[in-house]
């Protein structure tokens, strides 16, 4: 009989927890089978009326049963989180070809973005970076560099001069370049010196696709025993390569700049038809990059560094007609223009 | 400069072709920039013709019409616009098919038959323009009258020109003979000088013509020639030509001659009638002060005692150098010529161009300071070409005045500098033939170094260094290996400034803003609109005294007017939110106040440029699909770039509300640090974005990194997190409308145990009394070392509750 009563209670059991399909008819069933007024508790209270034999028979299949129900009921709750999950997958499906939510997507100015490749070189090599004016004096724009006044080298920089007079001359000028950096970092710091000084430069010129009067240059300058001509080209090919590639060549052709000797001017071999020619060399196979050459002796001696036992190097480059050869900008004058279309593909 | 094949095979042989030849150059610091092959296209459809008529177009005032014999037999018609022609002159004709520049494009395009204003053309004549042999399209070029009608032009003008850049350092590359010089150099080859020996026929100079230097450290020589008896008239062929080629135009065989000597070996040369010299005496001397001058290309103009003149007795005849007098001038009647060659100061000469406005041929050479061995040279080079293309009579000698006589330049190199600069170590027989083949004699005294005579044409060579260079250019550029660099890095040298600019960049680049690079200059006329009157008036901006457009004449004490200019320009396409920065530099008169020591560079005289990051935000928030929303970005959203670009610098300011120029009352906030106003940060008023053609709201920031800079923790400490249970609790105040939520804020977080305290709603409106505001917070109660009672908490909100009535008035809503 007592087996009866549980037998009966397991078959309603199981065929309710079949039909319980969420968590609230889950919940139920374990009020109503497992709970502390539940069937199965019901039983064990009936415990009491019968014989011990009985009592013990009765008592170890409601436990087993316990065991059982509880388990059953695991076993159904995984499966109906199972089937839930699986529903929710089926319906929440979305479209992942959908365009993402709208995020405020900031940048740098492309030019930005390849001065700090370059400095990101130089510092690699142990350069410092560091700045100077852009208001600069004639001093150390010119004169320092070994361009005094009435010198034809003058030509080679139009220079915009500031209208501001100091002891009846006008001295101020807008930097041509950034070499003034040299002589002043010459100035505050003994050999050896290792410096890359990046900046705007200004030139009184008529601008086209490939001249700007606005320019960000960077110059670097290293002295200290035993530095050769065959350091800056190895230092100028370091940079070439980290930007354009690692099969990229640099040549040094004799050039003149007043404040270095030798002189030189810098090019890179075309990184699209490794010196072949074609349209972006101007069928030249070489591509410009800027100035260079031993600092001048007399330089170095001017700014107190004793020139037979130190030697140093300067380069100075453009960072726009890097940066259109970089980024394949067609137009020098896009780069200030400002146009957010143009710059919000950097 | 200009250099023809042609003429330069006369003095060295070419044995690589025009290409090669060229790379030779260019690597040597020659720079070829151009081997333009004068002919090369020609063809036979271009010839020598003469003009036998020329008569009035029926339809056209500026045309007429030419005929043309090109040697066929046949008369050509053609239409011509050249103001230069005339008849009988010998002209180059082309016949349709022939290939010549187009006069609009430039480019090569090859002669159609042409109907122009209702005429037929046959052909074209042509100028140097067309040929491709300059860019001179003013007229036809006239050939020699010598030149044989029906010649192919490419005959009488073919030649290979080499169009060259020369640096400032070697005028000795402005001459043929030069540049046939470093030819011979690089290539091993030998150079012809040309002869310079002529018949000393006439009498003796002496008496005949004098010269006095009284300006000796401006002048350092004056040779004068006397050539008597020459017959005006046009020079040889061969002359012509090769005057044409280098982009000379033949006048006269006298002017020819100079002009010829000058580009030969590179001394300018200047010719007088010597009948016109009064006194037949030369002065050299300082002009005088407002002294009036009217130079051969017939302007008056007055001198100063900083220019050079060249004086007879009555006056000055030529300025030293620069260009010659309108009276003293060879023309058709002139018999004898007074020869001048001289050596006249570099700088001085530039100066008085630069001041007279006037750049020859001349004075582009002076410029760069010629050799005083050079006069000797040319004077007989032209005095020869004189007697025997003019038909003139030599004097015998010349007149040489020559103070102090240049001494040879000696220069003394080891062979371990060379390395030390250079790099590699050339042996010395390398380096003995190197200079050798340049004209410099060079001795190899054991044990170590060399010592050198430099030729007198190569006055850029002084030091040791010079010499290094000539090695490496011959040798080659490419003959040196690239090392990397070697030796114990430096110290590193920090500018603090720099880079919290570009953590700044950072920041805002990360934070959405899009950073864009102007000019750093404006006009006065913008920054009227965004500083106010008294700024400017008590630190005027920098004037540029040449700025490239009047768009960018001073130099900006601010970003505000370029970032308002940039807005403007891109508001046009995008109507979603633009947010764009720039980190520049702004330039302002250094303030008397500020101690030297707080200029960034020290420079008493410059002014002080200070580390700006200015930005502008403006248009419509984007929309789930990126499209322009329906809600303008707010004052908020300006402030969250602020925000995070604060945080990112480790800086963390006060926003308080201000009043500003150019800002709207009411909507601008300054950003305080501390008790240092650091920026900015306020709608741009709506008159000023009106007037940069933004017609709607703008949020502009302007932060001065260099006031920033001493204000930023360079350390980050962590606070540690607590492990006891936070309590929250809302709180709404009833407080005067003009209270500023900030300054709650910061009472309720200045409370014992309140953690964070953050706004979360503002209401005015029926609900509380008019003048009144409510401001709810939600607030965070927290202690490090114990979970708080609800004890605590209350009598930490009571106390709060009496502070903020007794500061700020404010009640508790609803309580």
């Known amino acids: 009989m007592a087996n009866e009563t549980i037998l009966r209670l397991r078959d309603d059991a199981m065929i309710a927890l079949r039909d319980a399909t969420d968590q609230r008819g889950l919940d139920e069933w374990r009020v109503e089978y497992l709970g502390r007024k539940g069937r199965l508790t019901g039983v064990l209270r009936g415990l009491a009326d019968l014989s011990i034999d009985d009592r013990k028979e009765l008592g170890a299949a409601s436990n087993a049963l316990k065991l059982e129900l509880e388990a059953a009921f695991d076993a159904r709750s995984e499966e109906l989180r199972r089937a839930s999950v699986a529903a929710s997958i089926e319906t929440g499906k979305i479209d992942v070809t959908l365009p993402s939510r709208p995020h405020r997507r900031g940048g740098l100015h492309p030019v930005t973005q390849l001065l700090r490749e370059v400095l990101e070189v130089f510092r690699s090599m142990g350069f410092s970076i560091v700045e100077g004016p852009e208001v600069e004096l004639d001093y150390y724009n010119f004169e320092a560099l070994r361009i005094p006044a009435d010198h034809p080298a003058r030509d080679m920089w139009d220079t915009m001069w500031v209208d501001h007079d100091i002891d009846g001359k006008r001295p101020m000028l807008l930097r041509t370049h950034t070499s003034p950096a040299q002589i002043r970092m010459m100035e505050q710091h003994a050999p050896p010196i290792r410096v890359a000084v990046p900046g705007r430069a200004y030139r009184f010129e008529a601008t086209d696709t490939t001249?700007?009067?606005?320019?960000?240059?960077?110059?670097?300058?290293?002295?200290?025993?035993?530095?050769?001509?065959?350091?800056?080209?190895?230092?100028?090919?370091?940079?070439?390569?980290?930007?354009?590639?690692?099969?990229?060549?640099?040549?040094?052709?004799?050039s003149y700049f007043p404040f270095v000797e030798p002189g030189a001017e810098v090019a890179m071999d075309c990184y699209v038809c490794s010196g072949k020619g074609c349209a972006t060399c101007h069928q030249s196979g070489w591509i410009e990059m800027g100035g260079a050459g031993m600092v001048h002796p007399e330089i170095l001696e001017n700014m107190g560094i004793d020139s037979k036992k130190y030697t140093g190097f300067a380069a100075g480059m453009g960072l726009e007609r890097l940066a259109m050869n970089y980024f394949g900008v067609p137009d020098i004058r896009y780069f200030y223009q400002n146009d957010l279309r143009l710059l919000q593909q950097f | 400069m200009r250099v023809s094949l042609k003429w330069l095979s006369e003095y060295v042989d070419l044995r690589l072709p025009p290409e090669d030849l060229a790379a030779r150059l260019t690597m040597a610091g020659l720079a070829v920039d151009a081997i333009v092959r004068a002919g090369g296209d020609w063809g036979d459809d271009i010839r020598v013709a003469h003009v036998t008529a020329i008569d009035p177009h029926p339809n056209a005032d500026r045309l007429r019409l030419a005929s043309v014999d090109a040697g066929s037999g046949e008369t050509h018609r053609v239409v011509c616009g050249a103001p230069n022609l005339a008849v009988g002159q010998k002209i180059a004709f082309a016949t349709v098919g022939a290939q010549v520049r187009d006069g609009h494009s430039g480019k090569p395009s090859v002669l159609k038959p042409a109907v122009i204003r209702g005429v037929e053309s046959a052909g074209m004549v042509l100028s140097e323009y067309e040929l491709g042999l300059s860019d001179d399209h003013e007229g036809i070029l006239v050939l020699p009258a010598h030149a044989a009608v029906g010649t192919p032009l490419s005959a009488l003008l073919g030649d290979t020109i080499f169009e060259l850049s020369v640096t400032p350092n070697r005028a000795d590359w402005l001459s043929v003979l030069g540049i046939a010089r470093e030819i011979a150099a690089l290539t091993g080859e030998t150079v012809r000088e040309p002869s310079t020996e002529y018949a000393q026929d006439g009498p003796p100079i002496k008496g005949r013509c004098s010269v006095d230097i009284k300006a000796p450290d401006l002048c350092r020589r004056y040779i004068a020639t006397v050539i008597t008896g020459i017959k005006l008239g046009p020079s040889p062929e061969w002359m012509q030509e090769r005057l044409i080629a280098l982009g000379q135009r033949p006048i006269n065989n006298v002017v020819d001659i100079t002009n010829y000597v000058m580009l030969e070996i590179g001394q300018p040369l200047h010719a007088f009638d010597y009948d016109q010299v009064a006194g037949h005496h030369i002065t050299v001397r300082r002009g005088g002060d407002g002294e009036a001058f009217t130079t051969l290309d017939n302007v008056a103009r007055t001198l100063?005692?900083?220019?050079?003149?060249?004086?007879?007795?009555?006056?000055?005849?030529?300025?030293?150098?620069?260009?010659?007098?309108?009276?003293?001038?060879?023309?058709?009647?002139?018999?004898?010529?007074?020869?001048?060659?001289?050596?006249?100061?570099?700088?001085?000469?530039?100066?008085?161009?630069?001041?007279?406005?006037?750049?020859?041929?001349?004075?582009?050479?002076?410029?760069?300071?010629?050799?005083?061995?050079?006069?000797?040279?040319?004077?007989?080079?032209?005095?020869?070409?004189?007697?025997?293309?003019?038909?003139?009579?030599?004097?015998a000698g010349v007149v040489d005045v020559y103070p102090s006589k240049a001494r040879e330049t000696r220069v003394e190199v080891t062979r371990q500098r060379i390395a030390q600069v250079l790099g590699i170590d050339p042996p010395t027989a390398k380096v003995r033939s190197v200079l050798t083949g340049l004209g410099f004699s060079a001795r190899w005294v054991p044990p170590d170094r060399y010592v050198i005579r430099v030729p007198y044409w190569r006055p850029d060579v002084r030091i040791d260094d010079d010499i290094a260079e000539e090695v490496a250019r011959v040798i080659g550029y490419d003959e040196i290996p690239a090392l990397p660099l070697a030796g114990a890095i430096p110290a590193p040298i920090v500018q603090p400034l720099r880079e919290l600019r570009e953590r700044a960049r950072d920041v805002l680049a990360e934070a959405g803003m899009r950073e864009v690079i102007s000019y750093s200059m404006t006009t006065m006329e913008a920054l009227t609109r965004v500083l106010p009157k008294e700024y400017l008036a008590i630190y005027p901006p920098y004037r540029l005294v040449n700025p490239i457009t009047a768009d960018h004449e001073f130099l900006r004490p601010t970003l505000r007017a370029n970032l308002l200019m940039t807005l403007a320009s891109n508001v046009r396409y995008e109507k979603g939110e633009i947010a764009i920065f720039e980190t520049a530099r702004t330039y302002e008169r250094p303030d008397e106040r500020l101690p030297q020591s707080g200029r960034p560079f020290g420079e008493e005289a410059l002014p002080v440029e200070r580390e700006v990051v200015g930005g502008i935000i403006s248009g419509r928030r984007f929309d789930r699909w990126g499209r322009p929303g329906d809600e303008s970005v707010d004052f908020f959203d300006a402030k969250a770039y602020v925000e995070a670009l604060l945080r990112g610098l480790g800086a963390s300011a006060e926003f308080v509300a201000v009043q500003e120029f150019a800002l709207a009352p009411g909507r601008t906030a300054e950003l305080r640090v501390g008790d240092t106003r650091v920026g900015v940060l306020g709608q741009v008023h709506p008159d000023v974005a009106a007037s940069f053609e933004v017609e709607q709201d703008a949020f502009l920031f302007e932060i001065v990194l260099d006031d920033l800079l001493p204000l930023v923790s360079a350390q980050r400490k962590a606070s540690s997190v607590s492990r006891f249970p936070a309590v929250e609790q809302d709180l709404a105040l009833i407080v005067d409308a003009d209270t500023a939520a900030g300054a709650l804020r910061r009472m309720i977080e200045s409370t014992a145990l309140v953690r964070e305290a953050r706004v979360f709603d503002v209401y005015s409106g029926d609900q509380v009394l008019a003048g009144k505001k409510s401001v709810a917070f939600a607030v965070t109660y927290q202690s490090d070392d114990h979970t708080l009672t609800d004890d605590e908490v209350g009598k930490a909100l009571r106390k709060l509750l009496e502070r903020l009535r007794r500061e700020f008035g404010a009640e508790l809503r609803g309580g």
């Not at chain 1, 670097?220 to 590639?245: N, P, Q, S, V």
């Not at chain 2, 582009?364 to 080079?381: D, H, M, T, Y």
Request: hydrophobic share 45%; aromatic share 2%.
């Open chain 1, 211 to 254: 001249h700007e009067w606005m320019m960000t240059q960077i110059e670097i300058l290293a002295i200290d025993e035993g530095i050769t001509l065959a350091h800056l080209k190895g230092t100028l090919l370091e940079l070439m390569r980290r930007l354009f590639g690692r099969d990229r060549q640099v040549r040094l052709q004799c």
């Open chain 2, 304 to 395: 100063t005692s900083d220019m050079l003149v060249i004086a007879d007795e009555s006056g000055t005849v030529a300025l030293a150098g620069v260009i010659g007098g309108l009276e003293s001038e060879v023309t058709d009647k002139t018999v004898n010529i007074l020869l001048e060659a001289a050596t006249f100061m570099g700088s001085n000469v530039r100066r008085a161009g630069a001041a007279l406005k006037v750049r020859s041929e001349a004075s582009s050479r002076f410029e760069k300071g010629l050799p005083s061995e050079l006069p000797a040279v040319a004077s007989k080079r032209a005095t020869k070409l004189l007697v025997e293309l003019c038909g003139g009579t030599a004097a």
